[in-house]
């Protein structure tokens, strides 16, 4: 397996020329005779918040995978952080892959352990700790996402909002510095979802974890993205700060900013 | 519509390479370290231990049943005295492997094919990819290393709970003593009898787990499609062992001809 490693910038807002946490490299992906993604090319700074916009069946979710090497693309590279993620497989995929933290829209908790389990999985993986001290980091964990009282508890018996939670705690398992998140507010009451925006917000600014959102919700877009993308049919519709997708002389990306839709 | 019979069996011929491919793999990287020891040994408590009250009341009645029918055809020749011997011949060589092998294929493939299934529809497979874990190694090649280390053993559950099954049916009908009874079924098995045909049943270990396994981690179609992956895998998995069990008969009976005898 022959490694490629490239270091890219990016321009964050105001200019700033930042290391590239993550690029698209004209990246195309079909399903079948379906498009969903159409060269599409993005770059994302790090400790940057950069949110992916668009309808549904855009593509959104499918970008993200690339980012984590879930899905290949059929033509087109991704990057993440200089590895070439999309030609990696086995232990080089696994070496970036720990650099990454991704929340699923379903959480995706793995549902025959515990709460605490599924925190402690990554952790127990990847890193030499003392059980002592990965119980003490679970529970820190558990704490930020107010879940310390719901170590035992398997996942089935959560709530929706507790299982969005929980798979964030994961996610952060190994203070990753790349978090991935698929459609946080999706299925959550307006309150959880500003506490999950919250969160995550928190972790840019005091972490300086680069965050990659897809969401529909335009004020969690707002709050944490620096920079924009609206996907439409699988193309880049537009891209930018909110305020140049406010302004954009798309009418649908307009009206896309405009709405006040929450999940 | 022959372009159709075309297309399906083009559609079964590719998923038959699949296939081939998977358990090619997970035959491989059993044999490759890193071993995933923790986590095969919770398989080899979920898919063996647990399976083992099943196995072996399911032999005691196999036992029973089989010493009844022996009983009424041997009585007719005076011959009753064979009737340890005999069921005990059977069961070893044939009847426990096979039922052994038809009944775990229903309670471990169902469970793998469903597991796998609901793991892979709820995005958990790919949450595991996603942590840098190998969820191929992880998941499946763990299942099939259980399975071929459970299901021999199990199958010797099945034997020793059916030879006590035909004791309670002897005793009950003659009330023959358990030394007389043991003495004379173990009179003329010896180890060609049991060691070919309990190693056939690694076979059918490793053909369910990798049957169950790759219905399973190849699930689509959300639920409806779980509960289609659990019932292909005993589908199968039960054919692939009934055929297997013909081919190994045959390899059995060329390699050891004095098992056939």
Known sequence: MTMTVERHTASAAGGEERECAVRLDHVTKSFGSRRVLDDISLDVAEGRGFVILGRSGTGKSVALRHIVGLVRPDSGRVFVRGDEISALSGEPLARVRRQIGFLFQSAALFDSISVGENVAFPMRRHTPWPEAEIRDRVMAKLQSVGLDQDYEKMPGDLSGGMRKRAGLARAMALDPALLLVDEPSAGLDPITCEEIDELLLGLKQQQGTTLVVVTHNIPSARKLGDELVMLHEGRIAAQGPVQVLEQSDDPLVRAFMASSHSG | ?261
């Open chain 2, 1 to 261: 519509m022959l372009e159709l019979a075309r297309s399906r069996a083009a559609t079964h011929l590719a998923s038959v390479g699949e296939f081939a491919v998977f358990a090619g793999n997970a035959a491989r990287q059993s044999l490759v370290p890193p071993f995933e020891l923790q986590e095969t040994v919770r398989q080899l408590y979920e898919l063996g231990l647990r399976s083992a009250p099943l196995i072996a009341a399911s032999g005691l009645a196999v036992g029973v049943v089989l010493s009844m029918h022996t009983r009424a055809s041997l009585e007719r020749f005076g011959a009753e005295s064979m009737i340890p011997a005999g069921l005990a011949m059977a069961l070893v060589r044939e009847t426990g492997p096979l039922t052994a092998g038809l009944l775990l294929s229903g309670r471990i493939g169902a469970g793998i094919g469903a597991e796998l299934g609901a793991m892979r529809v709820t995005e958990q497979i790919d949450a595991l990819e996603a942590s840098a874990v190998d969820a191929f190694r992880y998941l499946v090649v763990t299942r099939v290393v259980a399975c071929v280390i459970a299901v021999p053993i199990l199958t010797t559950i099945m034997n020793f709970a059916g030879i006590l099954g035909g004791f309670i049916a002897e005793r009950a009908a003659t009330g023959m003593s358990l030394g007389l009874y043991f003495e004379r079924a173990f009179s003329l098995i010896n180890a060609t009898d049991y060691v070919p045909a309990t190693m056939k049943t690694m076979v059918f270990g490793f053909l369910i787990a990798t049957v169950s396994s790759f219905l399973g981690f190849n699930t689509t179609s959300g639920t409806e499609g779980v509960g289609r992956a659990s019932t292909r895998a005993v589908v199968l998995s039960s054919i692939s062992i009934i055929v297997a069990n013909v081919v190994l008969v045959r390899l059995i009976f060329f390699l050891f001809p004095e098992a056939a005898g």
